[in-house]
């Protein structure tokens, strides 16, 4: 593949030989993919300074090797990650939580693509005491198979319990880990996070010593398709980030199909994000379905998704993938679980099918990249922060100044009952 990138090729290598982490250089000792923490995606982001990265999701493989061709095109720093519902024990798509990494290291060594990338587990969701026990087995397991980044999502407990959670779970990820923490579950515009909330998760964990590199709120976006125009609501994003400016953490803007170019402009503008996670797009561009210029999907008057014939899968497999959700009973909103069946499906479409499908992914995630989050040029920046740092270790962007005595667990459970909180709506919000 042609190197699109502006790589000084010299302190490439020397970042390749201190930059990734061990259980990257364990499992993959020959390979020459610049594998690396989320702490270091986040710094060359926060280098450059308003601008924020695709958090690609991978639900499959086209989309994993798009995001990779696109980043190289733009020289910009990469995530690419799963969620728990999408990619966990048990998921919806065959890219999970165990192989993601095996697959970007095989794409990116058989690309040549020289930017870095983070593999990121997204939405790893805790909703109770079960899930907790869960996670102290399966989040070690997880790293083992090459995560670099987590995303401890117990935003659907009570304020108390959330904070507890992450709490109980970190000692199960390695310092040098990215690490995400969220307030608020992601469901539009009911429940929308306070700063009050998140100055209790993140003071919490600051007199731990947990000092997260991004938080994710619920600040009026959904995951899925966007049915409403209202999407983010950034200065609700930008009053909560500057609040939270003394504990060093970045944004992770959740559920950005489906928000326009404008509006993806003023979070990389007007707030600390350096983090957008795309993933239903990304979806709907590879099976060729039609979307407007910021990736939702259209749906025609009979309610179903329309296909051009030109992109992505073929119409023959689009007509077998729309059969075998009617037989489901699936609407649109469940597409998303047609990725599991017909994973094999698409990879053995002819190279000119498959390649065309990989170049929507390509095309969407470059324009993103270069016109919307300003991260054009950031993979130096990537390189950089390990070179000054001489390892793969960036360590923490703030410092321990809350007092762990007004942090006890007891104290913590009476503190959030001091909180005005709203929830909102129940239901099932996962993607």
């Not at 998140?198 to 003071?203: E, G, N, R, S």
């Not at 619920?218 to 003394?246: M, Y």
């Not at 999907?297 to 051009?308: C, I, Q, S, W, Y």
């Not at 069946?341 to 002819?350: A, D, G, H, T, V």
Request: charged letters at 25%; proline letters at 4%; one cysteine or more.
């Amino acid at each position: 593949m042609t190197d699109y990138s502006g790589i000084d090729m010299v302190k490439f290598n020397k970042a390749l030989e201190i930059g990734r982490p061990p259980n990257v250089e364990c499992l993959f000792p020959n390979s020459r993919a610049l594998i690396v923490s989320g702490k270091v995606i986040d710094r060359a982001l926060k280098a450059k300074g308003k601008a924020m990265t695709i958090a690609a999701n991978g639900r499959s493989r086209p989309v994993i090797i798009g995001a990779l061709r696109a980043a190289q095109r733009a020289n910009a720093a990469l995530i690419i990650e799963i969620a728990k519902s999408e990619g966990g024990a048990t998921s919806y798509c065959a890219c999970n939580y165990w192989n993601l990494a095996t697959f970007i290291d095989a794409a990116v060594n058989e690309l040549g693509i020289t930017i870095p990338v983070a593999v990121h587990a997204d939405h790893y969701g805790i909703k109770n005491d079960a899930d907790v026990e869960q996670a102290r087995v399966e989040i070690p397991t997880m790293f083992r198979a090459g995560i670099t980044s987590i995303a401890i999502d117990a935003s659907h407990l009570p304020d108390d319990k959330n904070l507890l959670a992450n709490l109980a779970l970190n000692k199960y990820v390695p310092a040098w880990a990215g690490l995400e923490t969220e307030v608020g579950e992601i469901k539009g515009s009911t429940g929308l996070s306070t700063v009050d909330e998140a100055a209790f998760l993140v003071k919490g964990l600051n007199a731990h010593e947990i000092f997260p590199d991004w938080i994710a709120l619920n600040n009026g976006t959904t995951h899925g398709i966007e049915a409403s125009a209202a999407g983010i609501q950034v200065d609700l994003t930008a009053a909560i980030h500057e609040a939270l400016v003394p504990y060093g953490l970045s944004g992770a803007q959740h559920g950005t199909s489906g928000n326009s170019s404008e509006r993806l402009r003023e979070i990389a503008g007007k707030t600390n994000t350096t983090k957008a996670n795309v993933a239903t797009a990304l979806q709907m561009i590879s099976w060729g379905l039609k979307v407007n210029d910021y990736g939702n999907a259209f749906l025609g008057d009979d309610g179903k998704f329309v296909k051009v014939s030109d992109r992505g899968v073929s119409d023959d497999l689009w007509n077998e993938m729309v059969a075998y959700a009617q037989d489901h009973d699936w609407k649109a909103g469940n597409y998303k679980k047609l990725n599991l069946p017909f994973e094999n499906k698409i990879l053995s479409q002819p190279p000119n099918i498959l390649q065309r499908s990989i170049k929507g992914v390509e095309d969407f995630v470059y324009g993103l990249l270069d016109g919307v989050f300003n991260a054009k040029d950031t993979a130096p920046l990537a390189i950089e922060a390990i070179l000054e740092a001489g390892s793969y270790k960036m360590g923490p962007k703030a410092k321990q100044t809350e007092d762990p005595a007004d942090w006890t667990d007891d104290k913590i459970i009476e503190r959030a009952k001091t909180l005005d909180s709203d929830k909102g709506e129940e239901g099932d919000f996962d993607d």
